[in-house]
């Protein structure tokens, strides 16, 4: 039975590599965390109230979330500084060991 392969939204031909839906969304949400936490602790400090910082980083997750996305979907079009995907040929499938 074949695995099933992941939706490929970007394909960048000339440099064999692809950038899924997947693997930007699950870069969205690990990214969301790490900054809300941010947002929340520095509206504490700030606002002094944990209700209110609760508040502004509630808004923030939505909105910053769709544009991370969006950002980030872009970049995985854009094959500047990318390396090219190391593809193996038949007669000598591994690489060398150093």
């Known amino acids: 039975m074949r695995a099933k392969k992941a939706k490929v ?6 440099r064999k590599q692809i950038a899924t839906v997947k693997r930007s969304l699950a ?5 969301r965390i790490v900054a809300t936490s941010d947002t929340f ?3 504490w400090i700030i606002t002094g109230t ?4 609760t508040a502004i980083a509630g808004i923030e997750v939505v909105t910053k979330m769709a544009l991370y996305y969006f950002h980030e979907r872009v970049w995985a079009s854009i094959g500047w500084e990318r390396k090219p995907k190391e593809e193996h040929t ?9």
């Open 50 to 53: 944990w209700q209110l910082a």
């Open 90 to 98: 038949t007669i000598f499938p591994f690489k060398d060991k150093d």
């Open 9 to 14: 939204h970007i394909v960048d031909k000339r």
């Open 27 to 31: 870069k969205t949400l690990s990214w």
């Open 41 to 43: 602790l520095i509206s």
